[in-house]
């Protein structure tokens, strides 16, 4: 199996993020916190449209994870000054538990080495067990917790977590 990451950078691109998004978070998300939630968020951050402006206006830079030339998941990150913020890391049901996400955490830290940024931060839903038991097998540690307001009632009850990067 050979994974490829990959910088999105055209509007065909950002479709395959979406489509992806489409798939991948009703699967994963909507046993933790209800289809209705999770429309609404796919609604508000996983359009082609609002990916497009995630990435020209706020700073967000997305990544297509390809394992065997077929895309099955993508990475959302912030490069800030001290850190890199990892906003979205999904992939595809069917190709979890074989690596990928660890080559994408590899990926990730090379990144930081890059940029000269000590840590990966995150925020993980507090109820998906499944992500925060891989996080910790990553390396990645709890240092927190935060509720963010997403709107029409909404909430994303997350723990805060990071992996420190070693330089090299």
């Excluded at 990544?63 to 065997?68: C, H, K, R």
């Excluded at 890199?84 to 990926?107: C, M, N, P």
Aim: hydrophobic share 40%; aromatic share 10%; glycine share 8%.
């Amino acid at each position: 199996m050979e994974v490829q990451i990959i910088k999105v950078t055209t509007s065909p691109q950002v479709d395959v993020v979406a489509r992806l998004a489409k798939t991948i978070w009703p699967d994963h998300y909507s046993p933790i916190i209800g289809r209705d939630q999770v429309d609404y968020m796919l609604g508000k951050y996983q359009t082609p449209k609002t990916i497009l402006a995630q990435m020209d206006q706020e700073g967000n830079s997305y990544f297509l994870i390809y394992s065997d030339f077929v895309p099955v998941g993508y990475i959302g990150i912030i490069e800030k000054h001290n850190e890199l913020f990892l906003s979205k890391l999904y992939i595809l049901s069917t190709e979890r538990g074989k690596g990928i996400g660890h080559a994408a955490i590899d990926f990730l830290k090379a990144k930081c080495r890059e940029i000269g940024a000590p840590y990966i931060t995150l925020t993980v839903n507090k109820q998906n067990l499944n992500s925060i038991c891989a996080y910790e097998k990553l390396g990645f540690e709890n240092y927190g917790e935060v509720v963010t307001d997403i709107g029409k009632g909404y909430v994303m009850d997350d723990y805060l977590m990071r992996l420190r990067i070693s330089p090299r």
